[in-house]
Protein backbone atom coordinates (compact mmCIF):
# COMPACT_ATOMS: atom_id res chain seq x y z
CA UNK A 1 0.00 0.00 0.00
CA UNK A 2 1.63 3.36 -0.82
CA UNK A 3 0.46 6.82 1.18
CA UNK A 4 0.21 10.07 -0.35
CA UNK A 5 3.37 10.39 1.58
CA UNK A 6 5.14 8.39 -0.49
CA UNK A 7 5.43 11.34 -3.71
CA UNK A 8 6.44 13.94 -1.26
CA UNK A 9 10.63 15.05 -1.79
CA UNK A 10 12.70 13.77 0.89
CA UNK A 11 15.07 15.38 3.30
CA UNK A 12 18.75 15.04 3.55
CA UNK A 13 19.12 10.97 3.33
CA UNK A 14 22.17 9.73 5.62
CA UNK A 15 24.26 7.28 3.71
CA UNK A 16 21.84 4.40 3.18
CA UNK A 17 23.75 1.50 3.56
CA UNK A 18 24.89 1.18 7.08
CA UNK A 19 23.81 -0.24 10.42
CA UNK A 20 24.05 2.94 12.05
CA UNK A 21 23.02 6.42 11.68
CA UNK A 22 25.94 8.01 13.60
CA UNK A 23 28.37 5.34 13.63
CA UNK A 24 27.97 5.42 17.56
CA UNK A 25 29.09 2.52 20.09
CA UNK A 26 27.00 -0.31 21.39
CA UNK A 27 28.48 0.33 24.86
CA UNK A 28 26.77 3.13 27.68
CA UNK A 29 23.69 3.96 26.60
CA UNK A 30 21.47 3.89 30.23
CA UNK A 31 18.78 6.37 29.43
CA UNK A 32 18.13 6.62 32.94
CA UNK A 33 21.16 8.47 33.56
CA UNK A 34 20.42 10.56 30.66
CA UNK A 35 18.27 13.92 30.60
CA UNK A 36 14.80 14.22 29.54
CA UNK A 37 14.87 16.47 26.45
CA UNK A 38 12.27 17.27 23.77
CA UNK A 39 12.89 16.28 20.31
CA UNK A 40 13.24 18.62 17.90
CA UNK A 41 14.17 21.83 20.72
CA UNK A 42 17.71 23.29 20.88
CA UNK A 43 19.14 20.54 23.06
CA UNK A 44 18.06 17.66 21.01
CA UNK A 45 21.24 17.14 18.74
CA UNK A 46 23.58 14.57 19.11
CA UNK A 47 26.46 16.41 20.08
CA UNK A 48 24.59 17.15 23.38
CA UNK A 49 22.63 14.17 24.27
CA UNK A 50 22.62 10.05 23.86
CA UNK A 51 20.85 9.98 20.40
CA UNK A 52 19.92 6.04 21.76
CA UNK A 53 18.01 7.98 24.76
CA UNK A 54 16.57 11.00 22.91
CA UNK A 55 15.12 11.34 19.59
CA UNK A 56 17.65 13.10 17.59
CA UNK A 57 17.21 12.41 14.43
CA UNK A 58 13.24 11.53 13.26
CA UNK A 59 12.13 14.23 16.32
CA UNK A 60 8.73 14.71 14.53
CA UNK A 61 6.93 11.71 14.89
CA UNK A 62 3.56 11.11 13.17
CA UNK A 63 1.27 8.56 13.96
CA UNK A 64 -0.67 7.29 10.82
CA UNK A 65 -4.35 5.98 10.32
CA UNK A 66 -6.01 4.64 7.31
CA UNK A 67 -9.87 4.58 6.45
CA UNK A 68 -10.38 1.64 3.84
CA UNK A 69 -13.27 0.24 2.87
CA UNK A 70 -11.73 -3.15 1.80
CA UNK A 71 -8.96 -5.19 1.82
CA UNK A 72 -9.11 -6.67 -1.57
CA UNK A 73 -7.91 -10.22 0.14
CA UNK A 74 -11.47 -10.88 2.33
CA UNK A 75 -11.41 -14.11 0.05
CA UNK A 76 -8.09 -15.46 2.32
CA UNK A 77 -9.84 -13.90 5.32
CA UNK A 78 -7.99 -10.60 5.58
CA UNK A 79 -10.72 -8.39 6.46
CA UNK A 80 -11.08 -4.99 8.36
CA UNK A 81 -11.48 -4.64 12.47
CA UNK A 82 -15.01 -3.04 12.69
CA UNK A 83 -15.61 0.39 14.05
CA UNK A 84 -12.01 1.50 13.46
CA UNK A 85 -9.82 3.50 11.63
CA UNK A 86 -6.69 0.59 11.08
CA UNK A 87 -3.22 1.27 11.93
CA UNK A 88 -0.66 3.13 9.27
CA UNK A 89 2.35 3.43 11.05
CA UNK A 90 4.53 5.24 13.20
CA UNK A 91 6.86 7.98 10.91
CA UNK A 92 9.96 9.93 12.02
CA UNK A 93 9.81 13.51 9.90
CA UNK A 94 12.60 15.90 10.24
CA UNK A 95 12.21 18.75 12.53
CA UNK A 96 11.68 20.86 9.39
CA UNK A 97 8.93 18.91 8.20
CA UNK A 98 10.97 16.72 5.36
CA UNK A 99 11.68 12.90 6.14
CA UNK A 100 14.31 10.51 4.85
CA UNK A 101 13.71 6.66 4.13
CA UNK A 102 15.28 4.04 4.07
CA UNK A 103 18.24 5.02 6.25
CA UNK A 104 19.20 1.37 6.95
CA UNK A 105 19.75 -1.23 3.78
CA UNK A 106 21.13 -4.00 5.99
CA UNK A 107 17.65 -3.96 7.81
CA UNK A 108 15.72 -3.94 4.43
CA UNK A 109 12.67 -6.05 4.93
CA UNK A 110 10.07 -4.96 2.64
CA UNK A 111 9.45 -7.22 -0.45
CA UNK A 112 8.22 -4.24 -2.58
CA UNK A 113 10.01 -1.18 -1.92
CA UNK A 114 8.23 2.09 -2.29
CA UNK A 115 9.94 3.97 -3.78
CA UNK A 116 12.15 1.87 -4.77
CA UNK A 117 14.85 3.84 -4.10
CA UNK A 118 16.40 5.59 -0.98
CA UNK A 119 15.54 9.17 -2.30
CA UNK A 120 12.79 8.52 -4.78
CA UNK A 121 14.65 9.42 -7.38
CA UNK A 122 16.29 6.99 -10.37
CA UNK A 123 19.59 8.78 -9.39
CA UNK A 124 19.01 6.95 -5.18
CA UNK A 125 20.51 4.32 -4.14
CA UNK A 126 18.64 1.34 -5.11
CA UNK A 127 16.61 -0.31 -2.15
CA UNK A 128 16.75 -4.13 -3.22
CA UNK A 129 13.50 -5.66 -2.85
CA UNK A 130 13.26 -8.34 0.33
CA UNK A 131 13.23 -12.42 -0.52
CA UNK A 132 13.55 -14.08 2.80
CA UNK A 133 10.67 -14.89 5.39
CA UNK A 134 8.22 -12.35 5.79
CA UNK A 135 8.80 -10.15 8.86
CA UNK A 136 5.56 -11.47 11.12
CA UNK A 137 8.10 -14.73 11.96
CA UNK A 138 10.47 -12.58 13.19
CA UNK A 139 7.90 -11.80 16.07
CA UNK A 140 7.92 -15.85 16.71
CA UNK A 141 11.14 -16.27 18.53
CA UNK A 142 9.87 -13.76 21.27
CA UNK A 143 6.60 -15.74 21.51
CA UNK A 144 4.50 -12.96 20.79
CA UNK A 145 1.70 -14.65 19.28
CA UNK A 146 -0.68 -12.05 20.90
CA UNK A 147 0.84 -9.30 19.32
CA UNK A 148 0.55 -11.07 15.53
CA UNK A 149 -3.35 -11.49 16.44
CA UNK A 150 -3.41 -8.19 17.27
CA UNK A 151 -1.53 -6.80 13.91
CA UNK A 152 -3.42 -9.22 11.90
CA UNK A 153 -6.46 -7.26 13.50
CA UNK A 154 -5.56 -3.63 13.11
CA UNK A 155 -2.35 -3.25 10.82
CA UNK A 156 -4.37 -4.25 7.65
CA UNK A 157 -2.67 -3.49 4.05
CA UNK A 158 -4.70 -3.21 1.09
CA UNK A 159 -4.24 -4.96 -1.80
CA UNK A 160 -1.13 -7.39 -0.61
CA UNK A 161 -0.88 -9.97 2.90
CA UNK A 162 -0.52 -8.02 6.02
CA UNK A 163 3.38 -8.39 7.11
CA UNK A 164 4.48 -7.04 3.37
CA UNK A 165 3.10 -3.89 4.94
CA UNK A 166 4.30 -4.55 7.82
CA UNK A 167 7.72 -4.97 6.50
CA UNK A 168 7.36 -1.87 4.85
CA UNK A 169 6.37 1.08 7.48
CA UNK A 170 9.73 -0.86 9.68
CA UNK A 171 12.12 -0.80 6.67
CA UNK A 172 11.07 2.84 5.51
CA UNK A 173 10.57 4.77 8.58
CA UNK A 174 11.99 2.54 12.04
CA UNK A 175 15.31 2.56 10.32
CA UNK A 176 15.23 6.58 10.42
CA UNK A 177 15.12 6.90 14.12
CA UNK A 178 18.10 7.35 16.45
CA UNK A 179 16.61 5.56 19.23
CA UNK A 180 15.60 2.65 17.21
CA UNK A 181 19.19 2.22 15.87
CA UNK A 182 21.12 -1.15 16.86
CA UNK A 183 23.87 0.42 18.98
CA UNK A 184 21.21 1.49 21.34
CA UNK A 185 20.12 -2.49 21.56
CA UNK A 186 23.82 -3.26 23.42
CA UNK A 187 26.32 -5.95 22.74
CA UNK A 188 23.79 -8.63 23.84
CA UNK A 189 21.24 -7.13 21.06
CA UNK A 190 18.88 -10.14 20.28
CA UNK A 191 18.44 -10.25 16.27
CA UNK A 192 15.00 -8.52 15.41
CA UNK A 193 14.51 -6.98 19.07
CA UNK A 194 14.38 -3.57 17.03
CA UNK A 195 11.47 -4.72 15.18
CA UNK A 196 9.58 -6.02 17.97
CA UNK A 197 10.38 -2.77 19.89
CA UNK A 198 9.26 -0.65 16.86
CA UNK A 199 5.88 -2.85 16.29
CA UNK A 200 4.92 -2.26 19.88
CA UNK A 201 5.65 1.24 20.13
CA UNK A 202 3.42 2.22 16.69
CA UNK A 203 0.88 0.40 18.49
CA UNK A 204 1.04 2.10 21.80
CA UNK A 205 0.59 5.47 19.98
CA UNK A 206 -1.66 4.09 17.75
CA UNK A 207 -4.10 2.73 20.56
CA UNK A 208 -4.41 6.19 22.13
CA UNK A 209 -5.58 7.78 19.02
CA UNK A 210 -9.59 6.42 18.58
CA UNK A 211 -9.95 8.14 15.54
CA UNK A 212 -13.35 5.98 14.85
CA UNK A 213 -14.49 6.85 18.05
CA UNK A 214 -14.02 10.48 18.55
CA UNK A 215 -15.83 10.87 14.85
CA UNK A 216 -18.40 9.00 16.50
CA UNK A 217 -18.75 11.48 19.44
CA UNK A 218 -19.44 14.20 17.09
CA UNK A 219 -22.23 11.94 15.10
CA UNK A 220 -19.65 12.00 12.13
CA UNK A 221 -20.22 8.11 11.38
CA UNK A 222 -19.26 6.40 8.04
CA UNK A 223 -22.21 6.75 5.28
CA UNK A 224 -22.89 5.78 1.95
CA UNK A 225 -25.35 8.99 1.47
CA UNK A 226 -24.22 11.73 3.98
CA UNK A 227 -21.06 13.77 3.04
CA UNK A 228 -19.04 16.12 5.67
CA UNK A 229 -17.29 19.28 5.61
CA UNK A 230 -13.17 19.11 6.04
CA UNK A 231 -13.73 21.46 9.14
CA UNK A 232 -16.54 19.05 11.29
CA UNK A 233 -13.75 16.23 10.83
CA UNK A 234 -10.69 18.32 11.34
CA UNK A 235 -12.13 20.26 14.04
CA UNK A 236 -13.57 17.42 16.04
CA UNK A 237 -9.94 15.80 15.80
CA UNK A 238 -8.43 18.77 16.81
CA UNK A 239 -10.56 19.03 19.87
CA UNK A 240 -10.24 15.59 21.07
CA UNK A 241 -6.15 15.34 20.08
CA UNK A 242 -5.33 18.89 21.59
CA UNK A 243 -3.96 19.86 18.31
CA UNK A 244 -4.54 19.81 14.75
CA UNK A 245 -4.11 16.16 12.39
CA UNK A 246 -3.39 15.95 8.95
CA UNK A 247 -6.53 14.36 7.29
CA UNK A 248 -5.73 12.61 3.77
CA UNK A 249 -8.61 12.27 1.02
CA UNK A 250 -8.55 10.14 -2.09
CA UNK A 251 -11.11 9.97 -4.86
CA UNK A 252 -12.19 13.00 -7.31
CA UNK A 253 -11.34 16.54 -6.64
CA UNK A 254 -14.38 18.04 -5.73
CA UNK A 255 -14.09 20.80 -9.35
CA UNK A 256 -14.60 17.60 -11.66
CA UNK A 257 -17.97 16.10 -9.74
CA UNK A 258 -21.51 16.98 -10.31
CA UNK A 259 -21.76 18.71 -6.79
CA UNK A 260 -18.29 20.92 -7.78
CA UNK A 261 -19.56 21.75 -11.64
CA UNK A 262 -22.86 23.01 -10.56
CA UNK A 263 -21.48 24.99 -7.74
CA UNK A 264 -18.59 26.46 -10.16
CA UNK A 265 -16.05 25.47 -7.54
CA UNK A 266 -12.43 25.60 -7.79
CA UNK A 267 -12.10 23.73 -4.77
CA UNK A 268 -9.60 20.99 -6.49
CA UNK A 269 -9.06 19.00 -3.14
CA UNK A 270 -10.17 15.12 -3.11
CA UNK A 271 -12.95 13.90 -1.74
CA UNK A 272 -13.06 10.61 -0.10
CA UNK A 273 -11.61 10.32 3.43
CA UNK A 274 -9.16 8.02 3.95
CA UNK A 275 -5.77 9.07 6.29
CA UNK A 276 -5.63 10.92 9.26
CA UNK A 277 -1.86 11.49 10.76
CA UNK A 278 -1.20 13.06 14.30
CA UNK A 279 1.79 14.83 14.72
CA UNK A 280 3.62 14.98 18.46
CA UNK A 281 7.23 15.64 19.56
CA UNK A 282 8.85 13.23 22.32
CA UNK A 283 10.65 13.36 25.27
CA UNK A 284 13.17 11.12 25.06
CA UNK A 285 12.40 7.86 23.29
CA UNK A 286 9.51 7.57 21.48
CA UNK A 287 9.63 3.94 23.02
CA UNK A 288 8.94 5.76 26.79
CA UNK A 289 5.49 7.07 25.16
CA UNK A 290 6.14 10.97 26.30
CA UNK A 291 4.63 12.89 23.59
CA UNK A 292 3.21 16.64 23.15
CA UNK A 293 0.71 16.84 20.53
CA UNK A 294 1.19 19.72 17.86
CA UNK A 295 -0.35 20.87 14.28
CA UNK A 296 0.51 18.97 11.29
CA UNK A 297 2.91 20.88 9.06
CA UNK A 298 1.19 22.58 5.93
CA UNK A 299 -0.69 21.79 3.90
CA UNK A 300 -2.80 19.90 6.41
CA UNK A 301 -4.94 18.28 4.22
CA UNK A 302 -4.88 17.22 0.92
CA UNK A 303 -9.19 17.06 1.22
CA UNK A 304 -11.88 19.42 -0.86
CA UNK A 305 -12.70 22.27 1.72
CA UNK A 306 -16.45 23.10 0.76
CA UNK A 307 -19.27 22.52 2.13
CA UNK A 308 -20.59 18.49 2.44
CA UNK A 309 -17.74 17.90 -0.04
CA UNK A 310 -16.27 14.82 1.88
CA UNK A 311 -17.63 10.98 1.76
CA UNK A 312 -16.61 9.10 4.99
CA UNK A 313 -18.30 5.93 3.53
CA UNK A 314 -18.80 2.49 4.94
CA UNK A 315 -16.87 -0.48 4.60
CA UNK A 316 -17.92 -3.13 1.67
CA UNK A 317 -20.05 -5.33 2.87
CA UNK A 318 -18.08 -9.29 3.70
CA UNK A 319 -14.93 -6.25 4.37
CA UNK A 320 -14.92 -6.47 7.94
CA UNK A 321 -14.33 -8.64 9.94
CA UNK A 322 -17.33 -11.11 11.62
CA UNK A 323 -18.74 -10.37 8.48
Known sequence: MVSIKSIVFVGTLVSAVKASLYGESNQNHTCILEPAVLSCSAQATPDQVDSCCTETYGGL???TQFWNTYTGL?????????????????????????????????????????????????NGTVVPPYRGPNIGTFLEPFGRYDLLDWMNKYWINQGGPNHDFWGHEFSKHATCYSTFDLP???PEYVEHEDVLDFFQT???????????????EAKIVPSNSTTYTLSQIQGQLAKKYGAVPYVGCSGPRYNTTAAGIAANSTDSGRTVISEVWYYMHVVGRPQDGNSIPVNATSPNTSCAKAKGALHYYEPTPGSVQGS
Open 184 to 186: CYG
Open 74 to 122: EAQGQKLPPNSFTLHGLWPDLCNGLYDQYCDLTRQYDPAPSPNTTTGLP
Open 61 to 63: LLS
Open 202 to 216: AIKYYKRLPTWEWLN
